[in-house]
């Protein structure tokens, strides 16, 4: 079984500041890694996401995640926050359920503020 | 192209009554599945389809039936829906490996 675990489920920074948001998953096999955000009142989008290869992935709006195996962990970061980045974040972990298909395992959120 | 699409956006059910939730999809995905959100819950899998003709359960079935309508449309049915069942309703779609697309969900209040 898989499970993933966001430490802080409420993260403020300040506009321009670093932004980390940290996850921690478990896996049997090799996990495929996500994170997604939900803006307000909306659906969840891709941000980025890592299945084999390089361990840094980059993601859409400046974001990007390291998996380290070693610590079960696959935290997402950005260097400057912006306000636009104000947002749920969901991580997730895939697990293989047959044929092609996936299914995958949130993280309860973490809802980024940006202070101006 | 549109993607994942849901409807309706927003319905008020009172304790008891039935509904259907719609979900279609223009990609050509195999997969579709159905979560729902609660606060500080994050999405649980309600159910999912592998490919058409397929429905299989995930983590919080009870209450909820499926149907796999043909490729693009997948249902999600509350027979007598309860106010626990209160919550935001999303449809996903995926077909590489993992990645799922979301439609913008239909907020759900049972009274």
């Known amino acids: 079984a898989q499970s993933v675990t966001q430490l802080g489920s409420h993260v403020s920074v300040s506009e321009g500041a670093l932004v980390l948001l940290r996850c921690n998953y478990s896996?049997?096999?090799?996990?495929?890694l996500f994170w997604y955000v939900q803006y307000p009142n909306q659906g969840l989008q891709l941000l980025l996401k890592?299945?084999?290869?390089?361990?840094l992935v980059k993601g859409i709006n400046g974001f990007e995640a390291e998996f380290k195996k070693s610590e079960t962990s696959f935290h997402l970061t950005k260097p400057s926050a912006h306000m636009s980045d104000a947002a749920e974040y969901f991580c997730?972990?895939?697990?293989?359920?047959?044929?092609?298909?996936?299914?995958?395992?949130f993280g309860k959120g973490t809802l980024l503020t940006v202070n101006p | 192209n549109a993607g994942v699409t849901q409807t309706p956006k927003f319905q008020v059910l009172k304790t008891g009554q039935s509904m259907t939730l719609q979900c279609a999809q223009d990609?050509?995905?195999?997969?579709m599945y159905w979560y729902r959100q609660d606060p500080g819950m994050g999405l649980r899998l309600i159910y999912y389809?592998?490919?058409?003709?397929?429905?299989d359960k995930g983590e919080v079935p009870n209450g909820y039936n499926v149907s796999r309508l043909n490729k693009r449309e997948f249902s999600l049915r509350l027979e007598s829906a309860a106010p626990s069942q209160t919550s935001v309703y999303f449809c996903?779609?995926?077909?590489?490996?993992?990645?799922?697309?979301f439609g913008p969900g239909t907020r759900l209040l049972v009274l």
């Open positions: 389809s592998a490919s058409e003709g397929t429905t």
């Open positions: 896996s049997s096999v090799p996990p495929y």
């Open positions: 996903a779609s995926s077909e590489e490996i993992s990645t799922q697309y």
């Open positions: 890592y299945t084999t290869g390089a361990t």
């Open positions: 990609m050509n995905h195999n997969s």
């Open positions: 997730a972990v895939s697990a293989y359920s047959g044929g092609s298909n996936y299914k995958l395992t």
